[in-house]
Structures are given as C-alpha cells and as structure tokens.
T-cell receptor, first 119, second 109 residues
Framework: GAVVSQHPSRVICKSGTSVKIECRSL??????MFWYRQFPKQSLMLMATSNEGSKATYEQGVEKDKFLINHASLTLSTLTVTSAHPEDSSFYICSARKAGDRLGGEKLFFGSGTQLSVL | QQPVQSPQAVILREGEDAVINCSSSKALYSVHWYRQKHGEAPVFLMILLKGGEQKGHEKISASFNEKKQQSSLYLTASQLSYSGTYFCGTESYSRNLIFGKGTKLSVKP
C-alpha cells in the first residue's frame, strides 16, 4: 500500500521561530499534495494544494507568506510555518494523490500528522 | 464550499445501526468517507464515484445520490472499534477534497 511519511509528529517551539514540516510519499510519486489544518474537535480544513514544480494554490484566508509550501520533487512537499505564534498551534496533516490520477476520485493517502504547539 | 454533515454526534450501543448524511451545494465528482480516531490521521473507508452507487466495506456501506448531491454512510451492527469521528469529503470538478465538520460516533458496550 501507499505510504505517506510526515515529520515531525510533534513539535514545540517558541513564539517567533519558524517550523518546517515534511511530507514524503515513500513508495509512489505524488504530483499533488494537500495540506490540512485541524483544530481540536474540528474538521480538516484545506489550507493549500501543492503541485510538483509549481507554486502552491492557497485557500481563501490562508496567508501564503505565513505558510510557505514547497513541492520540489514528486515525493516531497514541505510546509514552513514562519514566525509562529500561539494561534498557529494546531494539528497539521498532509495528504498525497498518486501521479497518473487524471480522472479524479482516487483516495488520498494521509500522513500521520504534526501537532504544533507554539509557546 | 464545505459539505454539511448530520448528525453532529451519535451514541450507540454495540450492535445498533447508524446513518450519517453528507450534502453539498455544489455538483460533485465524488464523495469520500474517512474515519479519524483522536490524535491520529484519517483512515480511508471508501469513495463513491457514480450517482446512485453503493459501496460496502465490512458492515459499513455508503450510497451517493449525484442528483441530490448527497451521500449517506450506513453502519450496521456497530462494534466498539467503529468509534471515532467520521468525515465526508466532497470532490468537485476542481479536484480539491473539502471535508465536512464530522460526525462523532461513540459506541458503548
């Protein structure tokens, strides 16, 4: 089965620092990766769609200068939370769609998530 | 636009049945169903592509009414392991997957 690895699983940082989260597809190529954010007991909110080799597409209300996304290869996307503040504390999850999926309707493969706590 | 899920929460005894509904105001290409346990990533249950399609996964099945832009998830003879939050995700022709707010299911012995 397809595996998506997300690191780190948990990070605690001081306010004002930047945090990088990695999302790797281990045994498949992912042309598209999605980044979601989830607050406690709430839904997964799509933040941005990341396509390999091009700029990410951000959802309305998500600051692209705050949440930097890089999808440099077919197996790696990174999310950098710049100058993190306590309100950025959340559970961040990435997911990937396999390359070659042109028709849609294919399931997403999720990473295990990163719990970010900003002090 | 976020799909609407109902109910928000359900409490069942082991062996009871439940239905979770998901509706969208947009034309849909597909509907996905995932289950998430606390602190974990969502786990894929099934995808429905065609209007009226029904799919089954053990004692969990789902239907998709493309015309009404609705999907329902059916859980029969629930087990303790079914507890968790169920999310429907709707995929429109823009190809982004947007999740509903979730339905928290608690199965008690």
């Amino acid at each position: 089965g397809a595996v998506v690895s997300q690191h780190p699983s948990r990070v605690i940082c001081k306010s004002g620092t930047s945090v990088k989260i990695e999302c790797r597809s281990l045994d498949f190529q992912a042309t598209t990766m999605f980044w979601y954010r989830q607050f406690p007991k709430q839904s997964l909110m799509l933040m941005a769609t990341s396509n390999e080799g091009s700029k990410a597409t951000y959802e309305q209300g998500v600051e692209k200068d705050k949440f930097l996304i890089n999808h440099a290869s077919l197996t790696l996307s990174t999310l950098t939370v710049t100058s993190a503040h306590p309100e950025d504390s959340s559970f961040y999850i990435c997911s990937a769609r396999k390359a070659g999926d042109r028709l849609g309707g294919e399931k997403l493969f999720f990473g295990s998530g990163t719990q970010l706590s900003v002090l | 636009q976020q799909p609407v899920q109902s109910p928000q929460a359900v409490i069942l005894r082991e062996g009871e049945d439940a239905v979770i509904n998901c509706s969208s105001s947009k034309a849909l290409y597909s509907v996905h169903w995932y289950r998430q346990k606390h602190g974990e990533a969502p786990v894929f249950l099934m995808i429905l592509l065609k209007g009226g399609e029904q799919k089954g996964h053990e004692k969990i099945s789902a239907s998709f009414n493309e015309k009404k832009q609705q999907s329902s998830l059916y859980l029969t003879a629930s087990q303790l392991s079914y507890s968790g939050t169920y999310f429907c995700g709707t995929e429109s022709y823009s190809r982004n997957l947007i999740f509903g707010k979730g339905t928290k299911l608690s199965v008690k012995p």
